[in-house]
C-alpha cells in the first residue's frame, strides 16, 4: 500500500513525542527526525557491501571511509571518537560520552556493513537512499545502518540537551558482521576491549512488529541459538564405475542422513520462550494459544506438540541441525572415492556441540569417527585437507592404527553465549520505552534463531539485548538481506524516540 510521509506518520498512532525533563528543554522532534533521515541517506550511499560486489574494483569491504565520515559528523556536536582499523578498510569506530558515576555503562551497537545485492530486481538503485511513498530504500536501511542512524542521534541529543549521563554511553559501529565478525565485534572484544567495556549493550535482533499503522508487540532479543557447522567425511572404495563396490560412499552417507532425518534432540523451555509463549499465545488462534499457554506452564508434551505443529515453535523449543551442503565424487565414470556433507547446528544456550556431535554419531550408526579440528584463527579446509594427506600415508604404508573410515570436521564452533537476564537497568528501560511509545502493544523477550554479534559480548559477561528500534510490517522485514529493502520515514520518527527513552530511563 501506497500513502505519503504525513498519512504514514499518522498512522503510527503510539509515535508521539516522549516527555522531556525541563531542564533539557523541549526537543523539535521534526528536525531530529529530518536530521537523521538525512545521515541514514548518507549512510546507505556509502558503499560498505561485504564482501564487495563481484563487478567491484575493491578487494575487500570497505567500513573506515563510511566511519570517518561519521567522525567528522560526531565532531559537530563535539563527541570524540576514535575509529580501530582490524585490516585495511577494516575500521570500527568507538565514541563513549562520561557519566557522572565512574563505570562501565550502555553501548549502542551496530554493524554497518551490508550484504550483497542484484541491482536488477531492485526498483530504486539500491545505494541511493532514495525516498519515495513514505520509505527510505536502500540497502542496510534496515539491516544495520538503520540502527546506526539511530544511536548516533541519541549520542548528539545528549549532547545537545545536556542530559545528566549517570552511567556511560558508548557507541560503536563496527565491521564485518555479515561475514563472521572476525574484523569486527569479534576483533574489539579481543584487542580493545577497555574502549567497549560496558555492563549492558543494545544491538541488533530484536523487533518491533507494525501492523495496520500500529505497533503491536516489542520484542527484545535476550538470546540467540549459537551457530555451529560440522561436516561430515564418510570415505569410500573408489575405481571404475563399471565395477561398483560395495563400499560406495554415496550410500554410505545417504544412510547415515536417513538414520538422522526423524531425530530431533529434545525440547527445552528457556526462560525468555517461556516468556515469549505466555505473553504472545493470545494472538494465536485455537489449540495453538491452548499448547502455548501449557508449554509456558512447563508442559513438556505441550512443548512437543508445538514443536511438531510448525517449524517456527520447533527452532525455539529445541536444538536443531541440518544438511545444507553435500559434496562427493570427481566424475561420472568413477566411483566417489568420499562424500561430505555439512550440518549446521544451532544450539540453544547451554547445549554443548561436543555432546550434540556425540548424540548425532551414534543416532547415525558411525560409532568409530575421527573429530578433525583446526587450531583457533585457522580454517577448516586445510586443517581437514592435511588430515587427510597424513590418512593417505598410514593407507600407503599399510597401517591401520589411527586410520578412520569416518570423520566429523568441525568448520566453524560456535561461541558458547549464555541467555541475557530480564530484570537489568537496560532490561526495564526497554520495557518503559516501549509502554511509553506504544502502551497497548504486547512487551515479550525473544530467542532469535539466527546468530549476531551480541555472542561476543555476552560469551563476555555482558548483557546483550537486541533492538532494532524501527518498527517494520512482515513485509518491510521481508526485505532484509532481499531486494527493495527500505524503512518508513514515520519508523525513523519512531526509532530515535524509541532510542531517547532507552537512554533516558536508563540513567535515571
Known amino acids: 500500500m501506497k500513502h505519503s510521509p ?22 523539535d522532534w521534526d528536525a531530529v527526525c529530518k536530521e537523521a533521515t538525512v545521515f541514514l541517506q548518507q549512510l546507505v550511499r556509502l558503499d560498505t557491501i561485504n564482501p ?34 582490524s585490516a585495511p578498510g577494516r575500521g570500527n569506530l568507538v565514541a563513549r560520552l562520561k557519566g557522572e558515576t565512574p563505570g562501565k555503562g550502555l553501548l549502542l551497537m551496530a554493524h554497518v556493513d551490508v550484504v550483497n545485492v542484484d541491482k536488477s530486481k531492485w526498483s530504486v538503485d539500491p545505494l541511493s537512499g532514495e525516498i519515495k511513498d513514505g520509505f527510505l530504500w536502500g540497502r542496510g536501511a534496515l539491516d544495520d545502518k538503520g540502527s ?19 552511567r556511560d554511553l558508548v557507541l560503536m559501529l563496527n565491521a564485518d558482521e555479515e561475514s563472521s565478525g572476525r574484523y569486527g565485534c569479534e576483533y574489539m572484544v579481543k584487542n580493545h576491549w ?18 495496520h499503522g500500529k505497533v503491536t508487540s516489542v520484542s527484545p532479543q535476550t538470546a540467540e541459538k549459537i551457530y555451529n557447522d560440522i561436516n561430515l567425511w564418510i570415505r569410500g572404495d573408489s575405481g571404475h564405475s563399471s565395477v561398483p563396490k560395495r563400499n560406495n560412499a554415496l550410500y554410505s552417507m545417504a544412510r547415515a542422513l536417513a538414520a538422522l532425518e526423524p531425530f530431533g534432540f529434545p525440547v527445552k523451555l528457556t526462560p525468555t520462550v517461556k516468556e515469549f509463549l505466555e505473553a504472545t499465545a493470545p494472538r494465536e488462534k485455537g489449540d495453538v494459544a491452548d499448547l502455548m499457554r501449557k508449554a509456558a506452564g512447563g508442559d513438556t508434551k505441550a512443548a512437543e506438540a508445538l514443536a511438531a505443529r510448525e517449524p517456527r515453535f520447533n527452532a525455539l523449543l529445541r536444538s536443531t541441525f541440518v544438511p545444507t551442503i553435500i559434496k562427493g565424487g ?41 573429530i578433525v579440528e583446526p587450531a583457533a584463527g585457522m580454517e ?38 549464555p541467555a541475557s537476564p530480564l530484570d537489568t537497568a537496560a532490561y526495564n528501560a526497554i520495557r518503559t520505552a516501549a509502554k511509553d511509545l506504544s502502551q497497548d502493544a504486547v512487551f515479550a523477550p525473544m530467542m532469535s534463531t539466527g546468530a549476531t554479534d551480541s555472542r561476543f559480548l555476552r560469551a563476555k559477561g555482558v548483557a546483550c539485548y537486541g533492538l532494532l528500534p524501527l518498527p517494520v510490517t512482515q513485509e518491510d522485514s521481508d526485505s532484509v ?24 530511563e536508563v540513567n535515571k
Not at 7 to 26: F, N, R
Not at 58 to 72: F, M, Y
Not at 331 to 358: F, H, Q, S, T
Open 380 to 417: 577448516w579446509e586445510p586443517a581437514w585437507k592435511a588430515w587427510l594427506e597424513d590418512q593417505e600415508k598410514l593407507r600407503r604404508d599399510g597401517k591401520t592404527e589411527g586410520l578412520y573410515e569416518v570423520a566429523v570436521v568441525v568448520a566453524d564452533r560456535g561461541i558458547d553465549a
Open 52 to 85: 564487495p560486489q563481484p563487478d567491484s574494483k575493491k578487494p575487500n569491504a570497505d567500513e573506515t571511509s563510511l566511519l570517518s565520515w561519521v567522525q567528522g559528523e560526531l565532531k559537530k556536536d563535539g563527541i570524540d571518537s576514535q575509529i580501530f582499523e
Open 481 to 504: 538481506h532481499n531486494h527493495n529493502e527500505r524503512v518508513s520515514i514515520a519508523s525513523i520518527s519512531y526509532g530515535v524516540k524509541m532510542t531517547w527513552r532507552i537512554v533516558e
Open 194 to 211: 577497555p574502549a567497549i567495556d560496558c555492563d549492558f549493550a543494545i544491538n541488533e535482533g530484536g523487533r518491533i512488529r507494525l501492523e
Open 6 to 27: 504525513l498519512l504514514t506518520i499518522l498512522l503510527l498512532a503510539g509515535c508521539s513525542t516522549p516527555p522531556v525533563s525541563p531542564m533539557q528543554g523541549e526537543i
Open 148 to 166: 546506526a542512524m539511530c544511536f548516533v542521534t541519541a549520542l548528539r541529543l545528549v549532547k545537545r540537551t545536556g542530559l545528566k549521563l549517570k
Open 330 to 370: 570427481i566424475r561420472e565414470n568413477i566411483l566417489p572415492p568420499d562424500v561430505l556433507v555439512n550440518l549446521n547446528l544451532r544450539l540453544l544456550p547451554g547445549d554443548k556441540l561436543d555432546d550434540a556431535i556425540k548424540t548425532l554419531m551414534d543416532k547415525a550408526g558411525l560409532t568409530r569417527y575421527a
